[in-house]
């Protein structure tokens, strides 16, 4: 059953990053790469991550995404079609893109990962127990680190965003 | 001996010319007269005290004459060869001492007559003030080193000064010409200090003319290598003379010298006639025991072929030139040309040493009357404003002063007793006699030449013809005519000194005595020469020309230089202007410049080509990386196996 | 652990999914195109951690915290990312790369 699960969202995912990336129009794009993360956070579900699973939905499904599709509702015409790079490049990219792709399965495949047998389950105050524990194996400082960078993208996206009515609002103060 | 306050001669010039120097623009004239002429006497003044203390108090131990050293290592190569800075006091430093300061003094008192006026007056006394430093830092020096130093810095002045009126396009090709050749020969003589480095493992005059006790030559490592059939010793010694003669205008190095004269006149008086030129003369009595002793004197022998060769060589010429101060310039090469060829011919021990004391002995009163002749010269020429002798004539009448300072210069050195030039040139032409006749003959026959061409120049200024003047001229002023008397003075009695008492070859004093056969014969010749010379010029007659008509040929050679001015420029112009140096210089610049260019330009022309991958584009540089990335993964997991 | 799927097959996914956002990346020629790629290339690192993580080393978290940071990076770059595309598309009025060319030489 899993199995079957997995081969669907794993079929799902490739084919919508494939028409994500080769999509000519800007929102069905963003839309591909919705169906993208939802597969991630299948992934997460399927070996049993659900808080994980969760924030994936919420802050990429329900956040990034509105976020991207905002933007491309700003600057672009709905039904306008994107420029398409030349097929040379295309191919030449395809290519390096396929060696790569090669030489990464034949590193994976050449290596014998020591798998644990498990089925634990996770839930979320294990994750909030080493997130903000600050003993061995806690993360408190990672954390405030990312509160900290959250809060200056913030802070930076809104002054880059209004950047030049600020400055014109600080001209007339 | 205490001799630190020695450094106070040479330095007190060089802290004139400094004063002089950097406030050229605020010292009034009349002023920076006075300082030169003070300066100059405080060194003067040292000097003669230096020379009393050494020659008659501490000087001489057990009748030999010390050498005294103070001196500070400057540069340290090894344990013996090191570069020092320092004073060396024995016997010929000491005359020089005098010599140097002496003349300059008069110079500098002359100048202030004779330069007044001028709009660089202040800028001359200046050079006047570097220049009798360097001289007296050359000679003072402790080591080879530091005399080619000074030697440097005396052509640098020399060079200065002989470009003084460098408004006039010939003064400056003159001081090019004496900087040139002087340099060119300078350039053997720091090939053959570097040879001494080398070879004999110092720079040091005492260790290089050590002599042990049975007077024999320390320095026996001279025969350890060879060239072409010659010690390496005696190369150096003979490549120091190259520069010996560039400084001390030998044939063929003598070019410069006429030329030089374009200088103003108390500068020839100084440095064409006294003192720099006298410098190769100085060198060659410095490293005296060395030349001597080195592989049987090979390298003095030459010295003494070259001097007696120039002495006759500048003698001729200077029987036809009309220029008064280049007469005095070739009468000057000719009598350094006898000092090389005394010290050529002498030896080291005791009486046979007499060359070298002969040398020295015609140095000084060679110093003395020469400058009073050029001085004299000056005297005239500031009176009648020309350098010629066919705008003269008749000038006793209107200059006593200079008239008979003059002649007691012109007696002096045409060798008439009791004026100082007999003595010393008898003592030459002894010393010659005993060892070498040809040289006693050349040497003889240039004196008759020397008494000639003398009296010529002093028949032709003082009598012959009336000229009429457009302005009268007039006796020169009490500044001038002041040298005048005391260098006449000079010349009277600086003969009666007894040299052999002082300056010997190897410190010993020894007993001078005269040699009256061969005084005889000399003062005979120089007789001979002066009353031909009374018959030629005395009145105004065609003699002189008829005679001159019939040598043709010669005179016209002899007038010309030998045409050696001429050779120099063909071979320098032609064959290696044209034939090596623009060669060389079109290959310069095709193939060096242009290999160099080749690759710049190369390389700019890659740069463009390959720029276009610096396109700024994001997405090229992230094909770039992953590329990269994918090669480099490749290369290490499939090829790098191991 | 997903029952009978080994870890190889979850990585060949992972790959697949970083390659065709490399892909993207290099090919796309339009600044928001880009942000998806690179959200493509940021999901397929966050899903090799978390199962690194769940296959290897079950009885620690240390994936799954690196997985929340780079979702709250993700987050905050695009947010940043779609700041600066908006003030661009305000001042020159195109979101193309090739109209952001200027620095280059």
């Known amino acids: 059953m899993e199995k079957i699960v997995f081969y669907i969202l794993a079929l799902i995912m490739i084919v919508a990053a494939i028409a994500s990336v080769t999509s000519r129009q800007m929102l069905r794009s963003v839309i591909y790469l919705l169906f993208v993360l939802i597969g991630v956070a299948g992934i997460y579900f399927l070996i049993d991550y659900n808080f994980l699973a969760a924030v994936q939905l919420t802050v990429y499904a329900g956040g990034i995404i509105v976020l991207v599709i905002f933007s491309v509702l700003l600057v672009h015409h709905i039904e306008m079609e994107l420029e398409m790079a030349k097929l040379s490049k295309k191919l030449i990219t395809g290519l390096v893109c396929l060696i790569g792709l090669g030489v990464f399965l034949s590193v994976i495949y050449s290596t014998n990962f020591n798998v644990v047998e498990n089925s634990k389950t996770t839930d979320v105050s294990d994750i909030g127990m080493g997130l903000l524990s600050y003993g061995a194996g806690g993360f408190i400082l990672p954390f405030e680190v990312i509160s900290i960078l959250l809060l200056a993208a913030m802070i930076g996206a809104i002054i880059i965003g209004k950047g030049d009515k600020l400055t014109k609002n600080d001209d007339t103060l | 001996m205490d001799i630190s306050y020695i450094l106070f001669i040479p330095f007190i010039p060089l802290a004139v010319f400094l004063l002089l120097g950097i406030f050229n623009q605020q010292i009034k004239p009349a002023v920076s007269g006075y300082i030169g002429v003070l300066g100059l006497s405080v060194s003067a003044a040292l000097s003669y005290y230096t020379a009393y203390q050494y020659f008659f108090v501490v000087g001489k131990v057990d009748g030999v004459y010390q050498t005294f050293v103070e001196k500070t290592v400057w540069m340290n190569f090894t344990d013996t060869l090191h570069i020092d800075m320092g004073i060396l006091i024995d016997p010929i430093s000491v005359m020089m001492l005098i010599v140097v300061t002496t003349v300059s003094l008069m110079v500098h008192i002359y100048s202030r007559g004779y330069m007044k006026g001028d709009d660089g007056y202040t800028k001359f006394f200046a050079f006047l003030s570097l220049f009798s430093f360097s001289m007296l830092g050359l000679v003072l020096a402790t080591n080879l080193f530091q005399i080619y130093i000074f030697w440097e810095l005396v052509g640098v002045s020399s060079y200065l000064l002989i470009g003084y009126y460098y408004t006039k396009t010939s003064a400056v090709a003159a001081a090019k010409k004496a900087f040139i050749v002087t340099r060119f020969a300078d350039f053997g003589f720091l090939i053959g200090i570097l040879i001494v480095g080398y070879y004999a493992g110092t720079f040091d005059f005492q260790t290089l003319n050590a002599v042990n006790p049975e007077g024999e030559g320390l320095l026996l490592n001279w025969a350890s290598s060879s060239f072409m059939g010659l010690s390496v010793i005696t190369w150096a010694l003979l490549l120091i003379f190259m520069g010996g003669a560039g400084k001390s205008a030998m044939f063929p190095l003598h070019i410069w010298l006429p030329d030089a004269m374009e200088g103003p006149t108390p500068v020839s008086a100084l440095i064409h006639a006294a003192t720099m030129v006298v410098a190769g003369v100085y060198l060659v009595a410095r490293l005296f025991p060395m030349y001597y002793f080195v592989e049987g004197g090979f390298a003095l022998n030459i010295v003494a072929y070259v001097g007696a060769f120039s002495s006759l060589f500048a003698a001729i010429i200077a029987l036809t030139q009309t220029d008064i101060k280049r007469v005095l310039a070739f009468s000057t090469m000719s009598q350094i040309g006898y000092m090389m060829l005394a010290l050529g011919v002498s030896s080291y021990k005791g009486e046979e040493g007499v060359g070298y004391m002969a040398s020295m002995f015609h140095l000084f009163t060679h110093a003395m009357f020469k400058a009073l002749l050029f001085l004299g010269a000056g005297s005239v020429i500031h009176a009648v404003h020309s350098n010629y002798l066919k705008d003269m004539g008749g000038l006793r009448k209107y200059m006593p002063i200079t008239n008979i300072t003059f002649l007691i210069a012109a007696l002096a050195i045409a060798g008439v007793p009791p004026f100082a030039g007999f003595w010393s040139k008898d003592e030459i032409l002894v010393a010659a006699f005993e060892k070498n006749q040809l040289i006693y003959f050349m040497a003889l026959f240039v004196a008759g030449l020397t008494a000639f061409y003398m009296f010529r120049l002093y028949f032709g200024i003082f009598w012959g013809k009336d000229t009429q003047y457009k302005h009268t001229p007039h006796e020169s002023p009490i500044s001038m005519t002041f040298p005048l008397l005391f260098l006449a003075f000079m010349s009277i009695v600086a003969g009666f000194i007894p040299f052999s008492e002082f300056v010997t070859a190897d410190r010993v004093a020894f007993e001078g005595h005269l040699n009256y056969p061969m005084a005889a014969v000399a003062v005979g010749t120089g007789l001979v020469g002066i009353i031909l010379a009374w018959i030629f010029y005395k009145k105004e007659n065609d003699l002189a020309e008829r005679f001159s008509n019939a040598f043709g040929m010669l005179y016209k050679w002899a007038f010309h230089k030998f045409y050696f001015d001429e050779i120099y420029m063909f071979v320098t112009k032609k064959i290696v202007f044209n034939l090596i140096s623009t060669p060389i210089a079109k290959f310069d610049k095709k193939y060096v410049d242009g290999t160099m260019e080749g690759i710049g330009n190369k390389t700019v022309i890659i740069s463009e080509k390959i720029k276009g991958l610096q396109s700024g584009r994001l997405q090229d540089y992230a094909m770039f990386f992953v590329s990269g990335v994918v090669i480099v993964a490749l290369v290490f997991i499939y090829l790098w196996t191991n | ?105």
């Open chain 3, 1 to 105: 652990m997903i029952a009978g799927i080994s870890i190889y097959e979850i990585f060949t996914l992972t790959s697949i999914l970083f390659f065709i956002g490399i892909y993207g990346f290099i090919t796309r020629k339009n600044l928001i195109s880009i942000l998806i790629s690179l959200e493509l290339i940021l999901n397929a690192s966050a899903i090799n951690f978390v199962i690194i993580n769940k296959y290897l080393y079950p009885d620690v978290l240390q994936g799954v915290f690196f997985s929340i940071f780079i979702i709250a990076v993700a987050a905050a770059e695009t947010a940043l990312a779609v700041a600066i595309i908006i003030n661009l598309y305000r001042q020159i009025s195109s979101v193309e790369v090739k109209d952001t060319e200027i620095m280059k030489y």
